[in-house]
């Protein structure tokens, strides 16, 4: 295991299983989060969201139903609104997040994990 190297992680996801795919290939096992099953809550979203060094909106799923259900398109909605939506409705996370040495990313396509490996 390579417990420096952190996948927020959905199984149902071929991204998220490419990134996956390419780590293993490398000999890395990563910490695997399934945030479906293990939600995320708002201040560990604030901390991925900050180590990503990208707006919220960028992690965000905007063509899920919840996005538009709740409005989320509405660009007077701040931060912490959105965070709340997230943590609310994981489904409104992007993925795969892989968290390593080198920083934090949306690894969409899976190619992009090798930017930020070590």
Do not use: W
Not at 36 to 58: F, I, N, S
Not at 60 to 88: Q, T, V, W, Y
């Amino acid at each position: 295991m390579t417990p420096d190297i952190t996948v927020y992680h959905n199984p149902r996801c071929s991204n998220s299983r490419g990134v996956l795919d390419i780590l293993r290939e490398r000999g890395i096992t990563p910490h695997i989060v399934e945030y479906m099953k293990t939600p995320l809550d708002a201040g560990q979203l604030k901390v991925l969201v900050a180590a990503c060094q990208v707006p919220v909106r960028e992690l965000m799923r905007s063509k899920e139903a919840a996005f538009a259900e709740l409005g989320l398109a509405n660009p007077a909605l701040g931060d912490d609104a959105l965070i709340a939506a997230i943590a609310a409705h994981p489904v409104l996370l992007n993925r795969p997040i892989v968290v390593t040495p080198r920083g934090a990313k949306l690894c969409r396509p899976p190619e992009t994990v090798l930017d930020i490996l070590p």
